[in-house]
């Protein structure tokens, strides 16, 4: 029971991760219905960014502490995201307005190709670290209930109450700002949101400039556990059953679906691995979210499709 | 003037049934394939085969297995490299555990075999469409991946995954040198390519682009949805599985599963995008696209760097590799979104009328 429990927590703090990189994908979706292909690059192109300023500032500025030279880096990252954001919809989206969704789709796989080349060359392409201050230490709950206790990792559970509270900060976003109820808006229907005056290329800017922060998000938390690396563009292929089991247009999908892909995927590697030879968890969240949807097409939380003729 | 219909009258119903009703067309395809098939090796040396001509030649028969059924079907798949891969371990397997087995019966096994598979994963199709179908597809990539790793009768209990055959050969005629190897793939791609365009113009290629256009309304004027997607994924799967078992058993003769990794996936994708959805021949001019644009690129970055006296580093080399392509890649979506096909037809509207102006 302990064991079992242990895992479950692992999975959750899992899938809190996934989530954060889901939630990306998904505001672009809502915002200009492009499936962001470059969530993944977007990610290691930030978390590069963090790891060589924070590394660079102290040498530049002759600067000893180490959360100063972490905030300016993570400004100077963030403003990185917000000039890719810029180019993104300035050279590529305002030009495909219009097109298949598959032309979109396509197009983001280049912009993929294209990020992870141009970041490694200006950064570098080393593994790198992110030293964030975060605790590292294991921690055990709940040993009067259990011999020995669970042991979770507190860098884990910092990760999760980090991205509950930016999904919270996004939930508010959406609902209270003018802003967010603009984007709410385009995302229902872009003729209509443009008609009554909504600037559709501005709106793209700032939702690609939120996915960014949350991209910025994602690489530092994932940064700091892994390692900044080459793979860490693979996290962005994991995060992909997360959003069709919840929906892809669903913010609490992206949360709820990374929950139980993550979870989904800790017990199966552990329960259901050692039977058929390991190494499961990359296609048991895909195979869970496929039969998933084979029951309801449209995600756990996705609007309902209508078909019209 | 000189490409165009007029006074070439039809007077049975087989003629004007023909694949290209057009004398010049039938003229101009009959010229390229012997130009392929004895031009070609007359004038190419052992590295262009080697790494252009044969890769081309399959991925070119792949891209016509993926256009079936993304341009026609408008089934969007991120499998591709998936049924490769089963097409080329089931082509190894049958080839190997069966005494005997004829090379092209075996290829052609591996195709049966991801048929079926591409069937299975087929079945989603029937239920969500568009991105989450895209999506669902990669669960057919990523469980590939893992069985023919870790299963180890796939690969006769090999830890790598990796397997390779050798002394291939037709009816005692040995393919060992890369002309012979080239001959064998273009006379693949020669068959799938005439059958893929006869295919599409027939009852159940016109039943896939109404499923694309619009499949609702498909359905309404009684074409069945699911015997047309079904049979989309087999056909594609099909052809798709034979590209793979070429690309397994000719071009590479020793391969593991990262040979048909996602990479593959995006790689054919990308080829159907960029030639042309919806169109047998834009297959082979993405094809010729994605198979000589990084070559080129390879080539070309280190001299142009030499010219400007700077030394660019391997790694360098890549990187700028990957952000050249992705670049072009964004361009051409946007400069041409309908493909190179798109243009091959606007020439031909233009050669119509050549050289007057209306």
């Known amino acids: 029971m302990g064991f079992f429990l242990e895992t479950l927590f692992g999975g959750l703090m899992a899938g809190m991760l996934y989530s954060l990189v889901a939630l990306g994908f998904v505001l672009i979706f ?51 995201m917000f000039a890719l954001a810029w180019l993104v919809e300035r050279l590529v989206l305002r030009h495909l307005v219009n097109q298949e969704g598959v032309t979109l789709l396509m197009a983001t796989l280049g912009i993929t190709y294209f990020l992870d080349g141009f970041g490694q060359t200006i950064f570098g392409s080393d593994i790198y670290q992110i030293n964030v201050g975060m605790p590292k230490d294991p921690i055990f709950i709940l040993e009067g209930m259990f011999e020995g206790g669970i042991l979770i990792n507190k860098e884990d559970v910092i990760a999760a109450v980090i991205a509950a509270g930016l999904v919270a900060a996004l939930s508010l976003f959406f609902q209270k700002t003018s802003t967010g109820r603009a984007l709410r808006a385009v995302a229902d229907d872009h003729q209509a949101a443009q008609s009554i005056g909504i600037p559709l290329n501005r709106i793209w800017v700032i939702v690609w400039c939120v996915a960014g922060i949350t991209a910025l998000v994602a690489g530092i938390i994932w940064g700091s556990k892994l390692g900044v690396q080459f793979s860490l563009t693979t996290v962005a292929l994991r995060a992909l059953p997360v959003i069709i089991l919840g929906g892809l247009t669903s913010v609490p999908g992206a949360i709820i679906g990374g929950l139980i892909i993550g979870v989904g995927e800790k017990l199966s590697e552990v329960y259901l691995g050692p039977m058929v030879g390991g190494g499961i968890e990359i296609w048991f969240a895909y195979v869970l979210a496929l039969v998933f949807l084979l029951f309801r097409p449209q995600g756990l939380f996705g609007e309902k499709i209508i078909d019209r003729v | 003037m000189f490409y165009r219909e007029n006074g070439q009258f039809k007077t049975s119903y087989r003629a004007d049934q023909q694949i290209f009703p057009i004398a010049q067309d039938r003229w101009a395809i009959l010229a390229i394939i012997a130009f392929a098939a004895i031009g070609v090796p007359l004038l190419a040396d052992e590295y262009l085969f080697r790494a252009i001509f044969i890769p081309f030649l399959i991925l070119s028969l792949a891209a016509i297995g993926v256009n079936i059924l993304v341009g026609y079907c408008g089934q969007i798949s991120l499998g591709s490299g998936a049924f490769m891969a089963v097409g080329a371990y089931m082509a190894y397997n049958t080839y190997v555990r069966i005494e005997g087995m004829p090379l092209i019966v075996a290829l052609l096994s591996g195709g049966f075999f991801a048929t079926v598979v591409g069937m299975f994963f087929g079945i989603p199709s029937l239920r969500v469409k568009g991105l989450y179908l895209a999506v669902a597809t990669l669960a057919a990539q990523f469980f ?25 050969n037709v009816l005692g005629w040995a393919i060992d040198t890369p002309v012979e190897k080239y001959l064998f793939c273009l006379g693949f791609v020669v068959v799938f390519g005439l059958l893929a365009k006869n295919l599409v113009r027939s009852a159940i290629g016109r039943e896939w682009m109404a499923i694309r256009d619009m499949d609702v309304a498909a359905a309404v004027i009684g074409i069945r949805p699911m015997y047309a997607k079904l049979s989309a994924f087999a056909v594609s799967s099909f052809i798709i599985g034979v590209a793979g078992g070429l690309w397994g058993f000719v071009h590479l003769s020793s391969w593991e599963p990262a040979a048909f990794s996602i990479d593959r996936s995006f790689q054919l994708l990308f080829m159907v995008i960029i030639g042309g959805m919806g169109s047998i021949m834009g297959s082979f001019f993405g094809a010729a696209f994605i198979v000589v644009l990084p070559i080129f690129l390879n080539q070309f970055l280190p001299a142009l760097g030499g010219l400007v006296g700077v030394e660019i580093s391997t790694a360098a080399v890549s990187h700028t590799e990957f952000m050249i392509f992705g670049a072009l890649i964004v361009w051409f979506l946007i400069v041409e979104p309908h493909g190179l096909a798109k243009l091959w037809s606007i020439g031909k509207q233009k050669l119509r009328l050549w050289p007057f102006p209306h």
Do not use: H, Y
């Open chain 1, 30 to 80: 809502k915002a200009s219905g492009v499936f962001n292909f470059a969530q993944g690059a977007m990610v290691l192109f930030a978390a590069l960014a963090m790891a060589r300023f924070s590394e660079w500032i102290p040498q530049w500025l002759g600067l000893e502490s180490l959360l100063l030279a972490n905030i300016l880096a993570f400004i100077i990252a963030a403003l990185c």
């Open chain 2, 144 to 168: 590939c991946d893992w069985m023919f790793l870790r299963v180890g009768w796939f690969t006769g209990n090999n830890a790598s995954g990796s397997v390779s055959v050798s002394n291939l």
